[in-house]
């Protein structure tokens, strides 16, 4: 069954602790994407990785950091330095180093709550 | 950079009645443009896509979109909606040149009414 798995489906953060979110998938997929998703605030991309070993910034990287060591894994730390976490996170993938005409696969999400 | 808006937070309508959702974009060159939509407890998936030709596309489930490139719009149409349509919309955008991710815009919500 082919597809994206974040794992866990929620998660709970305590002051100053840094969380990873996994996510996972098996479409052989070069390009993959986080997300933040916030009621009334749609998708902002947090990180994306068009090639294993490389990645870029998105438009609210602050406090977040990633890897991209192997194809199928691209993992998602949320570190204290983001104040404020909660919120909604999606990973998401496309085929091919061009986005251009790709369309995204998601996976189901995971939502991180501070204690 | 492109930025992407959606004119309304929360639409509600009755079974059957028509729907229009808005949406401009802000960019200078030449876009692909997405809506996807969000069943409640399911994952985003995509409704449809405008890369080139026929500035009219049709999706699934009765959805079609428009793009006028004059207004900088791609909004998205289904003339009767049922109550299984009720979910959030978003449209998308990403440059035709380069590798550039999808931004989004913030969602509208629909409601469909018995």
């Known amino acids: 069954d082919g597809g994206i798995t974040q794992s866990p489906k929620y998660l709970f953060r305590k002051e100053g602790q840094n969380v990873t979110l996994s996510c996972e998938q098996n479409l052989n997929h070069d390009a993959m994407y986080w997300y933040r998703q916030d009621p009334g605030q749609g998708l902002r991309l947090i990180y994306y990785?068009?090639?294993?070993?490389?990645?870029q910034k998105g438009d609210i990287a602050e406090g977040y950091s990633v890897s991209r060591e192997k194809k199928e894994s691209f993992p998602l730390t949320v570190t204290s330095a983001q104040k404020n976490p909660t919120a909604f996170y999606l990973c998401?993938?496309?085929?091919?180093?061009?986005?251009?005409?790709?369309?995204?696969?998601f996976g189901s999400g995971t939502q991180l709550s501070v204690l | 950079a492109q930025s992407v808006s959606q004119h309304n937070h929360h639409v509600i309508l009755s079974e059957a009645a028509s729907l229009e959702l808005g949406c401009n974009y802000s960019y200078g060159g030449t876009v692909n443009l997405f809506w996807y939509v969000q069943y409640p407890g399911q994952h985003l998936q995509l409704l449809l896509k405008y890369f080139s030709g026929d500035p009219l596309v049709k999706g699934i489930k009765g959805f079609e979109a428009e793009f006028i490139k004059s207004k900088f719009s791609f909004n998205l149409r289904k003339p009767s909606v049922q109550w299984s349509d009720t979910a959030e919309y978003f449209c998308?955008?990403?440059?035709?040149?380069?590798?550039?991710?999808?931004?989004f815009g913030k969602g509208t919500r629909l409601s469909v009414i018995a």
């Open positions: 990785s068009q090639i294993v070993n490389d990645f």
């Open positions: 998401a993938s496309s085929s091919g180093t061009e986005a251009t005409n790709e369309k995204l696969f």
């Open positions: 998308a955008v990403n440059a035709r040149s380069g590798n550039t991710p999808l931004v």
